[in-house]
């Protein structure tokens, strides 16, 4: 039976947190499709009260700010603490809700 890109990306995110770069390479398909799934993952998750989604939110190299209010898919582009544009990428994973934190 044939996985859906959106299926094969959602199974992606069960294994490891990756990068929009890192799945783009693997599904082989732009960033930008790939920023377009994530967002519909997103809310199919949120209505899966077996899983959640989970975004790890991209930091600045310089200052260690992390951008923990951003909840878009795309990257931030600069620190608004230090203005660096030197940012780790967001990455983006699905776990079970059992492994949820409190
Ligand atoms: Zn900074």
């Given amino acids: 039976m044939d996985r859906t890109p959106r299926q094969r990306i959602a199974d992606l ?17 732009s960033e930008r499709q790939v920023e377009d799934h994530l967002g ?6 949120a209505r899966d009260r077996s899983s959640r989604f989970v975004l790890h939110p991209s930091e600045c190299k ?17 620190c608004p603490q230090c203005r660096s544009e030197l940012l780790t990428d967001p990455r983006y994973s699905v776990v079970p809700s059992a492994l949820q934190e409190n």
């Fill in 13 to 29: 995110l069960t294994l490891a947190p990756m990068t929009t770069q890192q799945i783009a390479a693997v599904v082989k398909m």
């Fill in 40 to 45: 519909h993952i997103m809310k199919t998750v």
């Fill in 62 to 78: 310089d200052c260690d700010f992390v951008f923990r209010d951003r909840h878009r898919i795309t990257r931030p582009s600069r």
